[in-house]
């Protein structure tokens, strides 16, 4: 069974910094890209960034490019999400997602339960 | 604003169909294959189409996809009071080389 599991989620002050981490199970985390997918309180679905397969080639969402980094470390089976500058704006329920393929992208086929950012002072 | 549109809400009675529209451009729905994403108040999102028309294992087949040139559609037949929630469109955008969703229409089952 695949799972998913976020973790990280704080609360924070503007201008602070935050790494996510999302734990993956149940499949071959190494053959599949994987992204981080936000969701600010009662909003819709925002995608933030993903990571291909090895980790060599990442894309980011405009509205995080220059503060937020992905990585993988596939010998742990994880994803991570090295947020950096965070405003206000950023306050967001953080999905990880799984791909159902390796490059930019096919689906996102299975999800966490996410894990809560809060931006405030 | 989302990249992709779709009309923040819909309607229908039990048993009869509804259609939900995502209208796009060249860039992302025109290029490129539309997903839809059902999402269960207070959990995460499921993937509910892919690749336009293709349901996931486990997905009944009152739920079906379509797309024509820079839009797509998510009809459901046979309605039923738990198909009432928030459904997304998704495709990737070869302009801005990300991923873009719709706003979400919320299904309500009268």
């Known amino acids: 069974e695949v799972q998913l599991v976020e973790s990280g989620g704080v609360v924070v002050q503007p201008g602070g910094s935050l790494r996510l981490s999302c734990a993956a199970s149940?499949?071959?985390?190494?053959?599949?890209?994987m992204h981080w997918v936000r969701q600010a309180p009662g909003k819709g679905l925002e995608w933030v960034s993903l990571i291909t397969w090895e980790g060599k080639s990442t894309y980011y969402a405009h509205s995080v490019k220059g503060r937020f980094t992905i990585s993988r470390d596939n010998s742990k089976n994880s994803l991570y999400l090295q947020m950096n500058s965070l405003t206000t704006e950023d306050t967001a329920l953080y999905y990880c997602?799984?791909?159902?393929?390796?490059?930019?992208?096919?689906?996102?086929?299975?999800w966490g339960q996410g894990t809560l950012v809060t931006v405030s002072s | 604003q989302s990249v992709l549109t779709q009309p923040p809400s819909a309607s229908a009675t039990p048993g009869q169909g509804v259609t939900i529209s995502c209208s796009g451009s060249?860039?992302?729905?025109?290029?490129?294959?539309v997903n839809w994403y059902q999402q269960l108040p207070g959990t995460a999102p499921k993937l509910l189409i892919y690749s336009n028309n293709q349901r996931p294992s486990g997905v009944p087949d009152r739920f079906s996809g379509s797309k024509s040139g820079t839009s797509a559609s998510l009809a459901i037949s046979g309605l039923q009071s738990e198909d009432e929630t928030d459904y997304y469109c998704?495709?990737?955008?070869?302009?801005?080389?990300?991923?873009?969703f719709g706003g979400g229409t919320k299904l309500t089952v009268l």
């Open positions: 149940g499949f071959t985390f190494d053959d599949y890209t």
């Open positions: 060249s860039s992302n729905i025109g290029s490129n294959t």
């Open positions: 998704a495709a990737w955008d070869d302009s801005l080389n990300g991923w873009v």
């Open positions: 997602a799984k791909d159902s393929g390796k490059g930019f992208g096919r689906s996102f086929d299975y």
